[in-house]
């Protein structure tokens, strides 16, 4: 891999970041009501709201609130929440971890199942393995989240019979058994539209590569069967697979607002909602900020990755 | 079309989606109660002759509710979807044909908006606008927007080096005759294809801000509302919430089913043996 490479994909990240704080700072600017009113509450004189106004340094112009904002962010500041009065960055600290736990364990399960999955379909096509795992993926992309997490709510989590918690969160330093108790039926919900992705990802690559030519000139060889598998054919295949799981951390990123908040889950999805819910504005800007950083950020893993795998796309 | 049917897939996403529209086109005048109407004396019920796939906390008939809610929720799709699609082609367009500095300044904004995860930029356009149905419809379609945009113009780029559109440049034609007759029908494949994969997309994230009380508001039957409603029942009576969920779950996987094989009808390359 070059230098230049790793370079050029930098300096494209850090644009796209530009961009994307102006986004993040617009919308908070162009949603209704603004932080004075906020704190004041819907009943608040006019003098009293441009008294705040000015001591939230709302009354400048929009240019200089966006830069100090931008500056306050680059120095780890993301100032005060409006309702919880504490700083943001420590409110948003605490759920990123409990968001990022959560998204490792669903995409770390998720590849070891789902690699293994769309290979099985690859080399039985056409058999009824093949038949199952392309059905379940089918289902599986088609189901929002909040169904999925329905349905595994009915069927583990019920009254009746309790075989896994139906919400909340236990942290790991305390008990790490009752983490992952908690933490297994949020991960499988999230894992479900994943796994349907990649494992059908990785076996439409895998049957292109199964037929090509050099993993026939392999077999001519007389190398053994297994070998022309792991050594020729899966590393060729892999790319892509790559690529696609890190699109799928967008709609990780996306469904984990959905599933923190129906499972009681204190991360960045249900700080967001809650956060949208009463307007404050500061923690909207943080979460928001943070979700389009991590994704940036995985997806230049994920070009770096695709270029090790397959050094031919550096010069595309 | 044939092509189409020929594919297993193709097959199975097509016969999805005829139940599926002609719910939303029949629906409401088959039903067989007012999907409103309370039946006190046999509340949270499992399918039962009378109520064929049983009744809500309220003893509402689901059947009645699913195919009332069914235009609502196939319309938000298509609505969301024609939206975006539309939108999105249109600056696509532009900044395939325009090129140079149009272009690289059209493509970093949208590279700046993709960078947001779709349902969390669709969730901030919607606390914009405020919760409900056209509020929701016009988020979802505005999230739309710059994916097809980049879908489109790449789809102008690799027809505008073809030999037929240079053949018309020599033939010294007009510029919006070779946009509107050369390039733009040719480029229209792919942009069909992505906005039928995406029409499930839209009905799921529709579905999502129903389940979250951004979207439709009651008493909408539209499905993601019906799931949230029932949610605090759905022990005592799964089927309250087993019905909207799978019913979502079998529109999307219609449009997703057809709009891949209407790729691979479009592009024999890609069909699997």
């Known amino acids: ?316 | 079309m044939r092509e189409i049917l020929r594919n297993p897939a193709g097959l199975v996403g097509s016969f999805l989606l005829v139940i599926v529209l002609s719910a939303a086109v029949l629906g409401p005048f088959v039903a067989p109660y007012d999907p409103q109407q309370f039946h006190a004396a046999s509340r949270l019920q499992g399918p039962s002759a009378a109520f064929w796939l049983g009744t809500d906390q309220y003893g509402r008939d689901l059947l009645s509710r699913l195919l009332n809610g069914a235009p609502a929720t196939v319309l938000f799709g298509l609505g969301a979807t024609a939206l975006g699609v539309g939108a999105g082609s249109i600056i696509g367009v532009i900044a395939g044909v325009a090129g140079g500095r149009v272009d690289s300044i059209i493509m970093r904004v949208l590279d700046g908006l993709l960078a947001m995860p779709e349902l969390l930029f669709t969730l901030l356009i919607v606390t914009f606008l405020g919760g409900g149905t056209s509020q929701a419809m016009l988020a979802v379609a505005v999230t739309f927007t710059p994916g097809m945009a980049r879908i489109s113009r790449s789809a102008v780029l690799s027809v505008r080096t073809r030999d037929y559109v240079q053949a018309a440049i020599a033939r010294g034609e007009s510029r919006s005759w070779i946009v509107g007759r050369e390039v733009l029908p040719n480029a229209l494949g792919p942009i069909i294809v992505e906005a039928t994969i995406r029409v499930s997309f839209a009905i799921m994230i529709g579905a999502t801000l129903g389940f979250l009380g951004l979207g439709a508001q009651p008493p909408s039957t539209e499905w993601g509302l019906m799931v949230a409603e029932a949610r605090q029942f759905m022990f005592r009576n799964p089927w309250c919430v087993a019905v909207p969920g799978v019913a979502i779950a079998i529109t999307a996987m219609g449009f997703n089913l057809f709009g891949d094989a209407l790729r691979d009808a479009f592009d024999p390359r890609r069909r699997r043996i």
Request: proline share 5%; no cysteine.
């Open chain 1, 1 to 316: 891999m070059t230098l230049a490479y790793v370079l050029r994909r930098l300096g494209a990240i850090v644009v796209v970041l530009a961009i994307v704080t102006v986004a993040v700072f617009g919308i908070t600017v162009v949603l209704p009501g603004n932080a004075a009113m906020m704190i004041l509450g819907e009943n608040a004189t006019p003098e009293s709201l441009a008294a705040m106004e000015r001591q939230l340094g709302l009354d400048r112009p929009i240019l200089t609130q966006y830069l100090d904002w931008v500056t306050g962010v680059l120095h780890g500041d993301f100032g005060m929440s409006l309702r919880l009065s504490l700083p943001v960055s420590q409110v948003v600290g605490d759920a990123f971890r409990n968001s990022l736990s959560l998204a490792v364990l669903a995409l770390v399960t998720v590849t070891a199942v789902a690699i293994p999955l769309g290979v099985i379909a690859a080399l039985r096509r056409g058999t009824i393995w093949d038949l199952m795992i392309g059905l379940f993926s089918y289902v599986g992309t088609a189901m929002p989240e909040f169904v999925t997490a329905t349905l595994l709510l009915i069927i583990f989590a019920s009254p009746e019979w309790p075989v896994l918690p139906a919400g909340g969160f236990v942290p790991p330093s305390e008990d790490f058994a009752g983490y992952l108790r908690h933490a297994i039926l949020p991960a499988a919900t999230l894992g479900l539209i994943l796994m349907a992705h990649i494992s059908r990802q990785v076996r439409s690559e895998m049957s292109e590569v199964l037929s090509s030519d050099f993993v026939r000139a392999a077999r001519l060889k007389g190398i053994r069967e297994r070998r022309v598998i792991w050594r020729h054919a899966l590393p060729n295949s892999l790319a892509p697979a790559v690529a696609v799981i890190s699109l799928d951390i967008g709609y990780l990123l996306g469904g984990i607002i959905v599933v923190e908040e129906i499972f009681a889950w204190p991360g960045l999805g249900r700080l967001l909602i809650y956060a949208l819910q009463n307007r404050d504005l500061p923690v909207i800007q943080a979460v928001t900020l943070l979700l389009a950083v991590v994704y940036a950020l995985s997806n230049l893993v994920a070009d770096l990755v695709i270029a090790w795998l397959d050094p031919r796309v550096q010069h595309a």
